[in-house]
C-alpha cells in the first residue's frame, strides 16, 4: 500500500481517521503548551599576546612562553579539554547549572561559549561559571611551564552572556514526535477496522448467497404406526433386512423382528407311497441307529446356531390394501 492508497483509505474510513487525528492534533496542541522552550546565552573570551618590551638599544626582547611559541591554538585546545571534562560538569549540575554547553575556537584565539538552560538565568549563569574556567584554564596552564608574568597570555572576556535567545528547538522536536506517532496510530487503526469491516462484509455475502438445502435432503421417515398401502413392499425389504440382521453372529439381534417360518413337512421314506399312512414297524424289529446324516433327522443345535423368535398374532401385516394375520 503506498501513500496515495493510504490517502483513499484515511478518506473513505473518515469516521474513524478523523476523529483519531483531531486526538493527535490536541495532543500536539497539549504538548506545545506544556513543554517549556530552551534559553541559549553566547558568550566570547579573547586570548591577548604577552606585552612587545623594547630594550635600551631598541631591540625588542624576546618573549619566553612556550605556548606562544606553540601558538594560540594550542594553549585553546589545552584549555578548552580542561573546561569540559566531566568532573567540571558534575560540579556546574551540582551548582544549580546546566551541563549543556559548547566550547569553540576559531583560527584566530577566540573561543565562543554557548549556554543551553532552561531559564534566562540558568544560561546567563552557566555562560559566566565557562568564561571564568577557561580564565583559570589559560593562567594554569602557563603557570605549570613557570613562565615570567611578563611574558603571560592573557584574556579579555568580550560579552558575558547577558544576551539570552529563546530556542523552540526541544518543543518543536516534541511536537514533530507527537504528531507523527498521532498520524502512525491513525493510519494503524484505519487499516485494522477496514480489514475488519471488509471480512464480516465479505462472511455476510457468503451467506447471502448460499443454496438453501433440498426439500429431501435430511428428511427422517417416522418409524411407527401403519403405512400407506403402496409401502408394503418397503416393509417386506426392512423385515427381511431385519432376519437377515438377526441370522449374522452367534445370537440373535436385539430388536431384530424374525420373519415367521412355516413349520417343515417330514419328508417320506423311500418306500412309501404318496398319500398313504407311513408303515408301521413291527415291535420286535430292530430300528436302526440314526445319525445327524440321516436327512430323516434334523441336525443338532450347535452353539453358534441362529435362535428365530416367533412373531406374537396380535400384530398385524398390511399387504396389499387388507389385513392378514399370521
Known amino acids: 500500500m503506498d501513500l496515495w492508497d493510504m490517502t483513499k483509505l484515511l478518506f473513505r474510513r473518515w469516521r474513524i481517521s478523523l476523529p483519531l487525528l483531531i ?3 490536541v495532543l500536539v496542541g497539549v504538548a506545545s503548551q506544556t513543554v517549556p522552550p530552551d534559553y541559549s546565552a553566547k558568550a566570547h573570551i579573547q586570548l591577548i599576546p604577552p606585552p612587545v618590551v623594547t630594550g635600551p638599544d631598541g631591540r625588542q626582547k624576546p618573549i619566553k612562553n612556550p605556548w606562544f611559541d606553540l601558538g594560540y591554538a594550542a594553549l585553546g585546545n589545552a584549555a578548552m579539554i580542561d573546561v569540559t571534562r566531566q568532573s567540571v560538569l558534575k560540579q556546574m549540575v551540582a551548582d544549580g547549572l546546566s551541563d549543556n554547553v559548547t566550547v569553540t575556537v576559531d583560527r584566530v584565539p577566540l573561543f565562543e ?7 534566562p538565568e540558568q544560561a546567563t549563569a552557566t555562560a559566566q561559571r565557562m568564561l571564568t574556567l577557561i580564565k583559570e584554564a589559560v593562567a594554569e596552564r602557563q603557570a605549570s611551564l613557570q613562565v615570567a608574568e611578563s611574558d603571560l597570555i592573557t584574556t579579555l572576556a568580550l560579552d558575558d552572556g547577558t544576551e539570552v535567545e529563546v530556542q523552540n528547538s526541544k518543543l518543536m522536536r516534541v511536537m514533530v514526535v507527537a504528531l ?15 480489514a475488519l469491516l471488509r471480512r464480516r462484509a465479505r462472511r455476510r455475502a457468503d451467506a447471502a448467497t448460499e443454496p438453501p438445502p433440498a426439500a429431501g435432503e435430511g428428511a427422517v421417515r417416522p418409524a411407527g404406526g401403519n403405512s400407506a398401502p403402496g409401502s408394503s413392499a418397503s416393509f417386506d425389504g426392512q423385515l427381511n433386512q431385519a432376519g437377515t440382521a438377526a441370522r449374522v453372529g452367534s445370537g440373535p439381534a436385539v430388536g431384530a423382528v424374525a420373519p415367521r417360518v412355516p413349520p417343515q413337512q417330514p419328508q417320506a421314506a423311500a418306500g412309501d407311497r404318496v398319500g398313504q399312512p407311513p408303515r408301521r414297524e413291527h415291535p420286535g424289529a430292530e430300528r436302526p441307529l440314526r445319525t445327524d446324516a440321516d436327512p ?11 435362535v428365530v423368535l416367533p412373531v406374537s398374532h396380535s400384530n398385524t401385516w398390511p399387504r396389499g390394501g387388507r389385513t392378514e394375520r399370521p
Open 113 to 119: 561559549i554557548e549556554a543551553v538552560g532552561s531559564s
Open 180 to 194: 507523527g506517532a498521532g498520524l502512525l496510530l491513525t493510519a494503524g487503526v484505519t487499516i485494522a477496522a477496514d
Open 23 to 25: 486526538i493527535a492534533l
Open 296 to 306: 430323516r433327522r434334523p441336525a443338532s443345535a450347535s452353539a453358534d446356531a441362529t
